[in-house]
Structure formats: structure tokens, C-alpha cells
């Protein structure tokens, strides 16, 4: 294990340790399949020897899946995959009680951000842990020496690297995963350039992952984001989400249990004649526009509200964003349209003034709001989520050298196992197929 020094984390403040540790604590409680893990991971250590690099939210249940891998063997540094998503508490729990180097801040400005992810890197994975792929992107980059493509005081560092130094950070790593959408289909989109270079389990692809954590997690933490940002009553409000995929599901559930008529906007016409049947209004953002009073986007896409969108809203409109990167809202191009700076009327909620006259408001600089203003998924849905996580590590041990530079399923087995595990936990009990129903299932003689 590698000891916490002053020199080897950055956080806010040690002093917060107790209150991050009693929240973790709390969090845990509701991570039993994840606590089952953890204690056969005491035993069998099989991180033994590991050094993980995780770029991760840094909330209460990430904190637990770390403590979680140290107790396999693995010897972790963490850093941020956000610079909103910190709970410096849990931070200070982490370094001061689990001795785990970690570096995040909440608020960190992007060059902080990037001097943390440096850390992950020197710390020579021979696993990565990402959530968005910015570890493994900077890392790619950095190895190719596409110095352009990185921030700037990183590829100042990487510059300072020689040719061996920079082959070195990638040398060792035998295998990666990654938590979310949009890391994924980045991680895919490398693969199909050739340029991956250690095979990755796509966690979130595990129907255990995004079934639960990307529907009802960030369903309900969205939601609690919003409010927790505004107060504003949602009941006989115009809400429009953008995106109906697994996130956009679970928001436009809850924002209509909270008594919003919710518009859904998609690209997708399958997605969108599903939102339809499930009884929601479809239109394009040009309309929803105009007649919106709260707007949430979950798409992964770039620009999804744009100029021509901020120029048809009403006065009083509330803006956030829940999908992985801050570029879902165009900000910049709101910035042009209005007069000077936005005021920061209440914590998390930049209110933009247009040159027309109308007040703008967007909930944390359009980062994920859920994580921004309120504490990100509840720890029941990502008991599943690091459950799928600490086992495809536990995998990715044992199978690295059997696998190409491919992004990888979580194995259905394993899937599987999370499902009864949880289920087990909630004292759900199910039927078992009987030897009939077997046979049955899997013949073609019996019809009509
Ligand atoms: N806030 C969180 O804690 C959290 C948790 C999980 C995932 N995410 C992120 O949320 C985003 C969405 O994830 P998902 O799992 O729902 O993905 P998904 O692929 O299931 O759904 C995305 C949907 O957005 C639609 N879309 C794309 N461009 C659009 C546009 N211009 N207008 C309207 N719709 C558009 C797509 O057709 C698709 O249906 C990703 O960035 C993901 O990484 C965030």
C-alpha cells in the first residue's frame, strides 16, 4: 500500500476526513454486493501487486470501491473525472483514514484538473479506472505525441518526457475499464482508429450498469440537482429533456412524478416513437425552446442547445446538463449574446443577462448537475455499478493476456452474478425454471 504524503495527494482540506468517513460510511450501508466483493477481495488479494489509476467521480460510493481494491491488492491513486463531481470530505476520508493518494478538488479550474490526471499517469498504472476516458485519451496522446491534442501544461510536462519516458507510462499497462456512455463510445471510436492500445471492459454496458445507475440513478439524482440548485417547483412546469436513452428515460420518469409536463427532443426516431408511447410530448428543440421552463440535457452530443435555442427561450429559463461533458450547452455562444458577466445568483446558478433583456440561467457551468449541486447516484444503484467495476479488474487480472486491444462486454456471467447477488440482498426471492420449462424453452416440436 502506498502511504498518503503531503506531496503525493492534493485535496481541500485533511480536516474534513471525519465527516467524508462517517458519509462514506453511510453509503456503504447500501452497497451490500460491493461489501461482498470486498470481502472475498480481503482474502484472495486478487489486485495483489496492481497499481490502478482511477479517474472517477470522487463521491462516498466511489470512495468505498477504492477501499475495495486496496483490500484486493491494488495499489490506487485517484483523481477526479470532474472538476465538479469532488466531495472534498470523502477526498479527505480517503488520503487521511485509507491512506489513498488522491487529487481533487471541487471547482478545480481545467489545468488543476490535468495536473491531477498527470499524477494518475506517473503513477505507471498497470490498470486504468476512467469514467469519460480522459485518462486513457491523455495517456494515448501523450505515447503518440500528439502534444497539440492535450491540455497545455500537461503537454508541457509530456514534452519534458524522453521517447522512452513516454512509451514507459504505457509499457506497463496491461487493461483499463470505463464507467461511462460517453467514455465508451470514445474508447470505440479508438479502436476503430487502431490506436487503442490495451483492451478495456466497457462497464457500462453491463445491463447490471445502466439499466439501474443511467435510468434511476441519474433519473432521480438529476432531478435532486435541480432542485437543490433552484428550489423551484416542478409541478405544472414545461420540462424538456433532450436525449430519451437510458439517462433521458429515467429523468423524464421523474420529472413527471414530480408533476412537470415533460417534452422529449431526440435524433433517433426509434427513441423518440418510444418517448411518444410512453406518453410524453416529441418535438424539435426549436420548439421546445420557446415554450420550456426547465431544460436538461443527457445526450453525450455536442451543442444540443444552441444560439438559435437560448435566442427563442423565455425569460426565466433554467438550463442544466446531466450527460458526461460541459459542451451539451452551448455557453460560449450564450456568453456572446449577453450583457457582460452572468451573476451568480445562488450557489451553482449563473444567471446570463441577453442583450434583449432576458435573464438565462445555467445550473453549474452546464457541468453534470447531478454531481455539480447534489451528491451524484444514490449508493444503491452503484452498488451494481462498482460491483461490475471491482469484478472486471478481478477479470481483467486474470485475463489481460488473453485479450486484443479491443473494447470488451463485461462477461454475462459476471452480469448475471451482480443481478442475483442484489437481488439476494434485497430478500427478493424469484422462481427457477423447472426441467419442462427447460425443455420447452428450448425445443421447437411444441406449438398450437
Ligand atoms: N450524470 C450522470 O451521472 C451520468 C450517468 C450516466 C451517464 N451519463 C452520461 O449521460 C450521457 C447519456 O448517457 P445514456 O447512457 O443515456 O446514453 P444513450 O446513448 O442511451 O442516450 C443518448 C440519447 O441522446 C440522443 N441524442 C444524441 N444527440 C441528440 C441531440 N442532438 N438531440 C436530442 N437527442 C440526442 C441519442 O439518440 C440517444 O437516444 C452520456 O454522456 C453519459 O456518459 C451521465
Same mark, same amino acid.
Given at each position: 500500500?502506498?502511504?498518503?504524503?503531503?506531496?503525493?495527494?492534493? /485535496?481541500?482540506?485533511?480536516?474534513?476526513?471525519?465527516?467524508?468517513?462517517?458519509?462514506?460510511?453511510?453509503?456503504?450501508?447500501?452497497?451490500?454486493?460491493?461489501?461482498?466483493?470486498?470481502?472475498?477481495?480481503?482474502?484472495?488479494?486478487?489486485?495483489?501487486?496492481?497499481?490502478?489509476?482511477?479517474?472517477?467521480?470522487?463521491?462516498?460510493?466511489?470512495?468505498?470501491?477504492?477501499?475495495?481494491?486496496?483490500?484486493?491488492?491494488?495499489?490506487?491513486?485517484?483523481?477526479?473525472?470532474?472538476?465538479?463531481?469532488?466531495?472534498?470530505?470523502?477526498?479527505?476520508?480517503?488520503?487521511?483514514?485509507?491512506?489513498?493518494?488522491?487529487?481533487?478538488?471541487?471547482?478545480?479550474?481545467?489545468?488543476?484538473?490535468?495536473?491531477?490526471?498527470?499524477?494518475?499517469?506517473?503513477?505507471?498504472?498497470?490498470?486504468?479506472?476512467?469514467?469519460?476516458?480522459?485518462?486513457?485519451?491523455?495517456?494515448?496522446?501523450?505515447?503518440?505525441?500528439?502534444?497539440?491534442?492535450?491540455?497545455?501544461?500537461?503537454?508541457?510536462?509530456?514534452?519534458?518526457?524522453?521517447?522512452?519516458?513516454?512509451? @514507459?507510462?504505457?509499457?506497463?499497462?496491461?487493461?483499463?475499464?470505463?464507467?461511462?456512455?460517453?467514455?465508451?463510445?470514445?474508447?470505440?471510436?479508438?479502436?476503430?482508429?487502431?490506436?487503442?492500445?490495451?483492451?478495456?471492459?466497457?462497464?457500462?454496458?453491463?445491463?447490471?450498469?445502466?439499466?439501474?445507475?443511467?435510468?434511476?440513478?441519474?433519473?432521480?439524482?438529476?432531478?435532486?440537482?435541480?432542485?437543490?440548485?433552484?428550489?423551484?417547483?416542478?409541478?405544472?412546469?414545461?420540462?424538456?429533456?433532450?436525449?430519451?436513452?437510458?439517462?433521458?428515460?429515467?429523468?423524464?420518469?421523474?420529472?413527471?412524478?414530480?408533476?412537470?409536463?415533460?417534452?422529449?427532443?431526440?435524433?433517433?426516431?426509434?427513441?423518440?416513437?418510444?418517448?411518444?408511447?410512453? +406518453?410524453?410530448?416529441?418535438?424539435?428543440?426549436?420548439?421546445?425552446?420557446?415554450?420550456?421552463?426547465?431544460?436538461?440535457?443527457?445526450? +453525450?452530443?455536442?451543442?444540443?442547445?444552441?444560439?438559435?435555442?437560448?435566442?427563442?427561450?423565455?425569460?426565466?429559463?433554467?438550463?442544466?446538463?446531466?450527460?458526461?461533458?460541459?459542451? @451539451?450547452?452551448?455557453?460560449?455562444?450564450?456568453?456572446?449574446?449577453?450583457?457582460?458577466?452572468?451573476?451568480?445568483?445562488?450557489?451553482?446558478?449563473?444567471?446570463?443577462?441577453?442583450?434583449?433583456?432576458?435573464?438565462?440561467? /445555467?445550473?453549474?457551468?452546464?457541468?453534470?448537475?447531478?454531481?455539480?449541486?447534489?451528491?451524484?447516484?444514490?449508493?444503491?444503484?452503484?452498488?451494481?455499478?462498482?460491483?461490475?467495476?471491482? =469484478?472486471?479488474?478481478?477479470?481483467?487480472?486474470?485475463?489481460?493476456?488473453?485479450?486484443?486491444?479491443?473494447?470488451?462486454?463485461?462477461?454475462? @456471467?459476471?452480469?448475471?452474478?451482480?443481478?442475483? =447477488?442484489?437481488?439476494?440482498?434485497?430478500?427478493?426471492?424469484?422462481?427457477?425454471?423447472?426441467?419442462?420449462?427447460?425443455?420447452?424453452?428450448?425445443?421447437?416440436? @411444441?406449438?398450437?
Amino acid at each position: 500500500m502506498k502511504e498518503a504524503t503531503t506531496s503525493n495527494y492534493d /485535496i481541500k482540506d485533511i480536516n474534513q476526513a471525519e465527516g467524508g468517513r462517517r458519509r462514506m460510511d453511510w453509503a456503504e450501508h447500501e452497497m451490500p454486493v460491493l461489501r461482498q466483493i470486498r470481502e472475498r477481495f480481503k482474502k484472495e488479494k486478487p489486485l495483489k501487486g496492481l497499481r490502478v489509476s482511477a479517474c472517477l467521480h470522487v463521491t462516498t460510493e466511489t470512495a468505498n470501491l477504492m477501499v475495495t481494491l486496496q483490500d484486493g491488492g491494488a495499489d490506487i491513486v485517484l483523481t477526479a473525472s470532474n472538476p465538479l463531481s469532488t466531495q472534498d470530505d470523502v477526498a479527505a476520508a480517503l488520503v487521511n483514514q485509507f491512506e489513498i493518494p488522491t487529487f481533487a478538488i471541487k471547482g478545480e479550474d481545467k489545468m488543476t484538473y490535468f495536473k491531477h490526471i498527470r499524477a494518475a499517469l506517473e503513477h505507471k498504472p498497470h490498470m486504468t479506472m476512467d469514467d469519460g476516458a480522459d485518462l486513457v485519451s491523455s495517456l494515448f496522446f501523450i505515447e503518440m505525441g500528439r502534444f497539440d491534442n492535450l491540455e497545455p501544461s500537461l503537454a508541457s510536462w509530456a514534452r519534458g518526457l524522453s521517447d522512452q519516458e513516454r512509451s @514507459e507510462l504505457l509499457k506497463g499497462v496491461i487493461g483499463g475499464t470505463e464507467e461511462t456512455t460517453t467514455g465508451v463510445i470514445r474508447l470505440k471510436a479508438m479502436e476503430a482508429d487502431k490506436v487503442l492500445k490495451f483492451p478495456v471492459i466497457a462497464v457500462n454496458d453491463a445491463l447490471t450498469k445502466h439499466l439501474f445507475d443511467n435510468r434511476y440513478g441519474t433519473g432521480q439524482s438529476t432531478i435532486d440537482g435541480i432542485i437543490r440548485a433552484t428550489n423551484v417547483l416542478l409541478a405544472g412546469k414545461n420540462f424538456v429533456v433532450a436525449g430519451y436513452g437510458w439517462c433521458g428515460r429515467g429523468l423524464a420518469s421523474r420529472a413527471r412524478g414530480m408533476g412537470a409536463q415533460v417534452i422529449v427532443t431526440e435524433v433517433d426516431p426509434m427513441k423518440a416513437l418510444e418517448a411518444v408511447m410512453d +406518453g410524453f410530448q416529441v418535438m424539435s428543440m426549436g420548439e421546445a425552446a420557446k415554450i420550456g421552463d426547465f431544460f436538461c440535457t443527457v445526450t +453525450g452530443d455536442i451543442n444540443v442547445i444552441d444560439r438559435q435555442h437560448f435566442e427563442l427561450m423565455k425569460s426565466g429559463a433554467i438550463v442544466a446538463n446531466s450527460g458526461h461533458f460541459n459542451v @451539451e450547452i452551448n455557453i460560449p455562444a450564450l456568453e456572446k449574446m449577453s450583457t457582460g458577466k452572468p451573476n451568480l445568483v445562488r450557489p451553482f446558478v449563473d444567471q446570463y443577462t441577453t442583450k434583449d433583456g432576458r435573464k438565462i440561467n /445555467i445550473l453549474g457551468e452546464g457541468r453534470l448537475i447531478n454531481l455539480a449541486s447534489a451528491e451524484g447516484h444514490p449508493a444503491s444503484v452503484m452498488d451494481m455499478s462498482f460491483a461490475n467495476q471491482a =469484478l472486471s479488474a478481478e477479470y481483467m487480472a486474470k485475463n489481460a493476456d488473453k485479450l486484443e486491444k479491443k473494447v470488451y462486454s463485461v462477461p454475462t @456471467e459476471i452480469d448475471k452474478e451482480i443481478a442475483r =447477488l442484489k437481488l439476494e440482498a434485497m430478500g427478493v426471492k424469484i422462481d427457477v425454471l423447472t426441467d419442462q420449462q427447460l425443455k420447452y424453452l428450448s425445443s421447437w416440436e @411444441e406449438g398450437t
